[in-house]
């Protein structure tokens, strides 16, 4: 069965480093989502993509954030500046529709000290 | 505010017990609902869900959940829960109705149950 798949798992970085969190989405999806869950806090959107360009974001996403479509596998979400509050579990997730099942991948752990 | 409400944090059971974890909503018009589900180290996994027609949805081993529209909620259920049910469950609601595709969770319910 497809999956999504994330790196790393865990990544740890000083406060104001750059980072660069790396999705591969199933292979004939189109609609590509960031989410990230804060530890013991909900689960929350970050930013939706499509067609090579961002269709929706939240006001987290400010513009020490951004997203990539590099290749035709991978999905990347960069943080410019690294905050202590962007501590968090990143979740990447892709659908073949918009508004439709939306397949999650592993996380990755960000720990900014 | 619109939001996403589970209001049982954490239930614990012992197998072979019935299972409902609540979920409302407060986003008017057309939503598409959803159940997911984190194992220990596990991703999150879609449960079911529901876009429209018959309330009432089955998903995967054995969960079933009902959408009550006058109601706003989406109940998840499972008639004898098993010591591998136990996990994180996450109601997650599509406000279709505002043009837009992203999940709005609640908070999860942490389940455990004990054999």
């Known amino acids: 069965e497809p999956e999504v798949t994330q790196t790393p798992s865990h990544q740890v970085t000083q406060m104001g480093q750059e980072v660069i969190l790396r999705c591969v989405p199933i292979?004939?999806?189109?609609?590509f989502y960031w989410y990230r869950q804060i530890l013991g806090q909900k689960v929350e959107f970050l930013v939706s993509?499509?067609?090579?360009?961002?269709?929706?974001k939240s006001e987290i996403f400010d513009d020490q954030f951004s997203v990539e479509r590099p290749d035709g596998s991978n999905f990347t979400l960069k943080i410019r500046s690294t905050k202590l509050e962007d501590s968090a579990m990143y979740f990447c997730a892709s659908s073949g529709q918009g508004q439709e099942t939306q397949y999650f991948g592993p996380g990755t752990r960000l720990l900014v000290l | 505010a619109q939001s996403v409400s589970q209001h049982n944090h954490h239930v614990i059971l012992s197998e072979a017990a019935s299972l409902e974890l609540g979920c409302n909503y407060s986003y008017g018009g057309t939503v598409n609902l959803f159940w997911y589900v984190q194992y220990p180290g596990q991703h999150l996994q879609l449960l079911l869900k529901y876009f429209s027609g018959d309330p009432l949805v089955k998903g995967i081993k054995g969960f079933e959940a009902e959408f009550i529209k006058s109601k706003f909620s989406f109940n998840l259920r499972k008639p004898s829960v098993q010591w591998s049910d136990t996990a994180e469950y996450f109601c997650a609601v599509t406000p279709v109705s505002y043009n837009t595709d992203k999940l709005i969770f609640g908070t999860g319910t942490r389940l455990q149950v004990f054999p």
């Open positions: 993509f499509y067609n090579n360009e961002i269709s929706e």
């Open positions: 292979s004939n999806h189109l609609y």
